[in-house]
């Protein structure tokens, strides 16, 4: 888990790409009635727009919730660690899918008068997606992408240390 502000960032970074992307190749093969190789490069397209607002959401508001919720669900010292990984990752996608899924019914669905109706449809269908995506997929991934990155650093780091203790 990240320690400082820029680990924050990273691993913001790297979430958001992971899931917001599989996320949009979903909604794309959704629309069109399946999977195909083009879904793949449309969903970058819609990446440009999505990813920014995912991070902005998730780094400024929904990350935190999500933390403060979590630190009151899960005793830490007491529970398993891994219990509020999963609890992180269970609140963040119970705010992310509906605020996404608002941010995607307004650029990307032309719902007209319909909103409403077209948002809850499409957090219908996004929430399963994102819950098991995120807790089977992504969070596994990122996490493990993010550990071998700063435990890289953390390594020189240590070497130099000792280097200089010499």
């Known amino acids: 888990m990240p320690k400082t502000k820029f680990q924050e960032v990273v691993f913001t970074i790297l979430m958001v790409f992971v899931m917001v992307y599989a996320m949009i190749c979903y909604n794309i093969a959704l629309n069109i009635g ?20 995912a ?3 998730d780094f400024f508001i929904v990350g935190n919730l999500a933390k ?36 995607a019914t307004l650029l990307f669905k032309n719902a007209g008068s319909q909103i409403i109706a077209v948002w809850l449809e499409t957090t219908v269908l996004n929430f399963p997606m994102a819950f098991c995506w995120q807790l089977f997929f992504a969070g596994p991934f990122v996490r493990f992408l993010f550990r071998n990155i700063f435990r890289e650093k953390e ?4 070497n130099v240390y000792a280097a200089d203790a010499q």
């Open 34 to 53: 399946g999977m195909s190789n083009e879904v793949f490069l449309s969903a970058f397209h819609e990446l440009v727009i999505m990813g920014p607002a």
């Open 55 to 57: 991070f902005v959401l």
């Open 68 to 103: 403060k919720k979590a630190f009151q669900i899960v005793r830490v010292g007491q529970d398993n660690p891994f219990h509020l990984v999963l609890a992180i990752s269970v609140v963040s996608v119970i705010w992310m899918c509906p605020l996404m899924s608002l941010v």
């Open 155 to 158: 390594a020189e780091n240590e």
